[in-house]
């Protein structure tokens, strides 16, 4: 937690900065109307740093109940700080809180914009990708040194916790999927459109599993199209008409592809955690031998990457899906970018800084995880 909260410090200062820097008309105009979510979020992020504090360096300093409290400050801060931000992207997909009159911003209600359509839908969906992509990842690795037969007592106790979490949040997550895409449905017709490589409006339309969209020829090959679903996941009715890409200038059209590829992915990451979590509580339901055996273990030591697959896919999704539109409908995302010169050069020294934060990041995690028989676990003569 203390390596990823000051990796995430670091990181989230220099996107402040490239707010301002990358994105300066859609600061100009924006910033006074989505500052709020911003504000707040700077406020928890703040509350999550004085409590991890008091966390780390607590120990044993502290009443144990203090401690324990300031731990759960860190988890309620650090999931209203995601909250915010995520409600100033949402924002960004139904922008509301302001009129737009002959080219300016008038009019300007921050809690509206706050609370603008898209923010529960999205934040509901990225919280819980969150747990689950978060609690498969540190399943995973506890797996991995069970079947290693590597300090088997702590990591069971471990890979339980986080196993659990990550369990019940993707067996919840489709539910919160099927609101989002409801939502997308209604708002953000083209987004829902190319996902879905929904070339032609159409009543009945089919669910596309797979496939390669070809743009050009406005279809989509080697497909499994079921009749109907798609009417129904978006609508409730299996007989509603689905706005397609048809409907739309094509320089209003997202890029279809990406987005297709993105939206698959992430559904087929979901439902393979989904069909795990499944297998694991079957277990510690009714099959309770399955846990002491190494092909579930390896099963969760698999699926440790998955989570947070799903959770860029899923992004790419929400900011490509948007496209071209950096305020949906308002502004593009071509008159929003700097026009300043060499701004490639900082792509690329940041890019090298980041490579070099999550080396260092990496290799901290795994000297960590080599220390757990010196730092936590049972001594090694139980029959453990």
């Not at 703040?46 to 203090?66: H, Q, S, V």
């Not at 947070?308 to 539109?325: K, L």
Request: charged share 15%; aromatic share 14%; net charge neutral.
């Amino acid at each position: 937690m203390a390596f990823f909260f000051a990796t995430g410090a670091v990181s989230g200062t220099v996107l402040s900065f490239e707010l301002g820097l990358l994105w300066p008309e859609f600061m100009k105009h924006a910033g006074p109307i989505f500052g709020m979510p911003f504000s707040l979020e700077g406020t928890a992020f703040f509350i999550e740093a004085i409590a991890l504090g008091f966390f780390l360096y607590g120990w044993d300093r502290f009443n144990k109940w203090f401690h324990w409290f300031t731990g759960v400050i860190v988890g309620v801060s650090g999931l209203a700080s995601g909250i915010l931000v995520v409600a100033a992207n949402a924002w960004m997909n139904s922008p509301s809180g302001f009129d737009f009159i002959n080219g300016e911003y008038v009019n300007v209600d921050p809690m509206k914009a706050m609370f603008n359509e898209a923010w529960f839908s999205q934040a509901l969906h990225m919280c819980i990708a969150a747990f689950a992509a978060t609690g498969f990842a540190v399943a995973g690795v506890h797996a991995l040194m069970i079947v290693r037969r590597q300090n088997v007592y702590f990591h069971t106790k471990s890979f339980t916790i986080a196993a659990v979490f990550g369990c019940a949040a993707a067996m919840v997550q489709p539910l919160s999927g099927d609101i989002s895409a409801k939502d997308v449905a209604v708002r953000q017709p083209a987004k829902l459109a190319a996902m879905e490589a929904h070339f032609t409006t159409e009543k009945a339309a089919g669910l596309i599993l797979g496939g390669i969209p070809d743009e050009k020829n406005k279809e989509v090959n080697y497909a499994v199209k079921v009749p109907g679903l798609l009417s129904f996941m978006a609508h409730g009715d299996f007989n509603a008409e689905v706005t397609g890409l048809d409907r739309f200038p094509e320089e209003d059209q997202p890029p279809v592809a990406i987005t297709h590829y993105a939206f698959q992915i992430m559904v087929g990451m979901g439902m393979v955690m989904m069909g795990i979590s499944l297998l694991y509580f079957l277990a510690l339901w009714k099959k309770k031998k399955w846990l002491q055996q190494d092909w579930l273990l390896k099963l969760f030591a698999a699926a440790t990457p998955l989570g947070f697959i799903a959770v860029e896919a899923g992004w790419t999704v929400t900011e490509v899906g948007r496209q071209p539109w950096i305020i949906y409908n308002v502004m593009r995302t071509a008159d929003a970018v700097t026009p300043m010169p060499g701004i490639n050069y900082s792509f690329y020294m940041f890019t090298a800084m980041y490579v070099s934060l999550g080396a260092i990041v990496t290799f901290m995690l795994y000297r960590q995880i080599k220390m757990v028989d010196k730092l936590y676990d049972v001594p090694a003569d139980t029959k453990h």
